[in-house]
């Protein structure tokens, strides 16, 4: 079993839809999660950031982080055609080095 | 620069070629990062950097690669001897602190092994 698991979709939606998207980890010292978007070749960029449990809102984008379920989500509101990449979540623990471990990534469309 | 930039772009090796990688951080970013993506998959992390001190080098897959940053900012990743199953987008990350994750990442070198 990986550390982080992420269902890879594909997922499709119609523009407008709401969007939610899932990782589930089996360490339970990830203190830090984060959700990243790739567009097809380029790098990741940095949509969210949370530290430890709970909820964080920026625009269309939520984040929500449940540690006693191990389990995280994020949610797109009014979804945009803009919107279609590749959505990795990652998460790092606390005090130790930098590193990042990665879910598989969903790759999400949505169609105008 | 505005980002991190990485050179070159796409890079085809026959087996048994050494490669190198570069990557240029964002002028003044503190921590460095090299990570790996093969087809379909996450980035896996290879190694990481704060200034020119490598602190984790507990991801390069083999003793074939390398990672140097001499000065503290211009990275190299050297992979000598490549396979095929080398074949991956190689990513480059920077950040101006230790704050953990908070990085910006290049759009990475493509990487064939034929």
């Known amino acids: 079993q990986k550390e982080v698991e992420q269902d890879p979709g594909p997922l499709s939606v119609p523009e407008g839809a709401i969007v939610s998207l899932n990782c589930t980890y089996s360490n339970s010292a990830f203190q830090y999660f984060m959700w990243y978007r790739q567009y097809s070749r380029k790098g990741p960029e940095l949509l969210m950031y949370?530290?430890?449990?709970g909820n964080k809102e920026d625009g269309r984008f939520t984040a929500q982080v449940d540690k006693s379920s191990k389990y995280i989500s994020l949610f797109i509101r009014d979804s945009q055609p803009s919107d279609s990449a590749t959505y990795l979540c990652a998460m790092a623990l606390q005090g130790g080095s930098e590193k990042l471990v990665f879910g598989k990534g969903t790759k999400l469309t949505v169609n105008p | 620069g505005a980002g991190v930039s990485q050179s070159p772009r796409y890079k085809v090796a026959k087996r048994g070629q050494d490669v190198a990688l570069r990557c240029d951080p964002i002028?003044?970013?503190?921590?460095l990062f090299w990570y790996q993506q093969a087809l379909g998959q996450g980035p896996e992390f290879l190694t990481y950097f704060q200034n020119e001190a490598q602190l984790d080098k507990s991801g390069l897959p083999s003793d074939r690669f390398f990672a140097e940053r001499p000065e503290g900012s211009v990275s190299t990743l050297k992979i000598q001897r490549t396979q095929q199953e080398d074949s991956a987008v190689y990513l480059c990350?920077?950040?101006?602190?230790?704050?953990?994750?908070?990085?910006?990442f290049g759009s990475g070198t493509r990487l064939t092994v034929v």
């Open positions: 949370t530290y430890s449990s």
């Open positions: 002028s003044g970013h503190v921590s």
């Open positions: 990350a920077s950040s101006l602190n230790t704050a953990t994750g908070g990085y910006t």
